[in-house]
Nanobody
Framework: QVQLVESGGGLVQSGGSLRLSCAVS????????MGWFRQVSGKAREAVAC????????DYADSVKSRFTISRDNAQNIIYLQMNDLKPDDTGVYYC????????????????WGQGTQVTVSS
């Protein structure tokens, strides 16, 4: 059974940094595309950062480019999201997701998802 557990969220001041982690069990990450998504109450969930299974392709939302970095540790089966220079608009619940397929960049709803971790950025 695939399980994803996010951690690392919290309250941070504007300009600060956080690193989110997503521990994955039940599969080998090396065959899966992965992504971080965020959702603000009342709004649709949006993709923040994605990485292909090979790791050769990444994609970021325009609002986080140059501030956020997605990475992974295949040996530990952990996905990371390093978030720097955080802004109040980055506030939301952050979810990690994975989906099998070499052609996939961002996991879809059909993939496997974690339960989310809250990030709150104060101004």
């Amino acid at each position: 059974q695939v399980q994803l557990v996010e951690s690392g969220g919290g309250l941070v001041q504007s300009g600060g940094s956080l690193r989110l982690s997503c521990a994955v069990s039940g599969i080998s990450l090396s065959s899966f595309a992965m992504g971080w998504f965020r959702q603000v109450s009342g709004k649709a969930r949006e993709a923040v950062a994605c990485m292909s299974a090979s790791g050769r392709s990444t994609d970021y939302a325009d609002s986080v480019k140059s501030r956020f970095t997605i990475s992974r540790d295949n040996a530990q089966n952990i996905i990371y999201l390093q978030m720097n220079d955080l802004k109040p608009d980055d506030t939301g619940v952050y979810y990690c997701a994975i989906e099998a397929g070499s052609w996939i960049l961002c996991p879809a709803d059909s993939g496997s998802w974690g339960q989310g971790t809250q990030v709150t950025v104060s101004s």
